[in-house]
Every structure is written in C-alpha cells, then in structure tokens.
C-alpha cells in the first residue's frame, strides 16, 4: 500500500460489526457524550499497528493528511501511527543533533499539530502525543528560530506552544498537553508534568481529571516520589477526587488512606 485510498479500502474491508458495536459503546459516541458522531469499523489497535508495520519506510507524507481526515477512527489513529513511527525513526541518539533529522521532526510536528482536532477521542490522543510532541520538547529544533542557529532550543517556544494547546477550546488539545508530559517524566524532567498539571486542575471534565491524575502519577514513579507529596500537599484540597485517586495509585494503602482522608 503506497497511497492513503489504498489503506482507507483495506481497513474498510476488515469492518466487523459486533466489535464495531463494542467500540461506539466503548468510546462514547451517543448524543451529549464526549465522542459523539465518532465512526468506527470495528478494528483493533493491533489490527491498525499490523497496517501501519507493512507500509514501506518512505511512505508519502503527503498521504497522512487524508488518512487523518477520513470518517473512520481506526483510519484516523492509522495516520497517527504513521506519525509516530516515522518520528521515532528521526529521534534516535545518533540523528538528536543531525540537520536533516531535525528539520525532518519540525515537519512532522508540525502536520501531527495542523491536524491536532482530528484526534478527536482520548485513545487517538494518548497513542500518539507523548511520542511526538512529547517527545520533540526533549529534542533540538528548528521551529521559533529566528537565527539560523542549528538545533537551537528554545524553551520559551516550546512553552508557549503547550500553553496555546492547555488554553485551546478544544478537550483534545487540552488532554494533548498534559498526556504529552508522559514522554518527559520518563527523561527525567518534572517541570512539564507539574505546570500543566497545575494548570488542569480545576478542569470541569473526567477525561482531564483522570489525565492530570495519571500523568502525576508517572511523573512521581518515573522522577521523585517527593515531588509528588510536594504537589499533593499544595493542592489535595483542591483537587478533582478522581485525580487524586489516579495521582496516588502506585502507594501503598496506608499512604493512599491518608491523602483520601485529607
């Protein structure tokens, strides 16, 4: 398969209506929730990763856009994969620092963030953003450099590029810029995970309450468990229960019943 109508036709002909039922079920595609209108085939996740594994390494870019914008989820999160595998294969240590590679990461960040609302439904968001823009904040870049300078990092851009997606109107764009912080906790870093989450904290809607929460969670396993407790207790009066809940999940039950009884 080497153009996006050939995929389109392929994962149109492995529709199964029983799983299809599952997943709008699943996914909340009923009028007045979350992922209304969302269309589905019935695949899954593997069945889309099989896809995206037998594609040729240097399948157009091009194509992606119409993959992102077809009806279809499964089509959707296919042209994501896409995506991620192609940056992945541009972010090794030996291509951190090489010109082409980074030029070529700007590139795909920038189409993954044109077509952001098209990962309309959480699953789209968390199998792709951590792995690209969360993984492009680690990584030099090009994008916001008025200079020239090769592989210039400029924290004040990448921030404000979080800060826009955490301030857009849109629910995915604001669960894009707190899931994206998975991929920087597990560097090592804390300071993306904890303004964003900072930020989410009083967000009106579950999905956000249980990012926040998850996301603070794999910042306190994979960094410092102290920075979390520094977080809870600034905040646990504050805070949403569920993310209190998915924030303390690795402790143990006595420290659990602690923060619940706070």
């Not at 994962?11 to 929730?33: C, D, H, I």
């Not at 008025?146 to 851009?157: D, I, N, P, R, S």
């Not at 991929?183 to 930020?199: F, H, I, N, V």
Request: aromatic share 10%.
């Amino acid at each position: 398969m080497t153009t996006a109508n050939q995929i389109i036709s392929y994962m149109e002909s492995q529709r199964n209506e029983v799983q299809r039922e599952v997943l709008m079920r699943f996914f909340k595609t009923a009028p007045g929730q979350y992922g209304h209108g969302d269309e589905f085939l019935g695949l899954k996740v593997p069945q889309t990763r099989q896809v995206v594994a037998q594609l040729p390494r240097d399948f157009p870019l091009a194509e992606v856009p119409e993959l992102l914008l077809c009806r279809w989820h499964e089509v959707r999160l296919c042209g994501f994969l896409i995506l991620v595998a192609r940056f992945e294969r541009l972010a090794t240590k030996r291509l951190e620092n090489h010109l082409p590679a980074i030029q070529a990461r700007d590139a795909i960040l920038s189409l993954y963030l044109e077509y952001a609302r098209q990962a309309n439904n959480w699953d789209l968001v968390d199998l792709s953003v951590h792995k690209i823009l969360g993984h492009w904040l680690l990584l030099p870049t090009l994008l916001g450099d008025e200079t020239g300078q090769k592989a210039a990092l400029y924290t004040h851009f990448k921030r404000d590029l979080l800060d826009r997606l955490a301030q857009s109107p849109c629910l995915w764009e604001q669960r894009m810029s707190m899931v994206c912080t998975w991929k920087t906790s597990q560097q090592g870093d804390p300071s993306w995970c904890l303004r964003y989450a900072e930020m989410h904290l009083h967000h009106p809607h579950d999905l956000m309450h249980k990012a926040v929460g998850w996301m603070l969670r794999e910042m306190g396993k994979r960094v410092s468990m102290d920075l979390l407790r520094d977080f809870l207790r600034q905040h646990v009066h504050e805070m949403h229960r569920t993310t209190l809940r998915y924030a303390i999940e690795k402790m143990d039950d006595q420290e659990r019943a602690y923060w619940l009884s706070v």
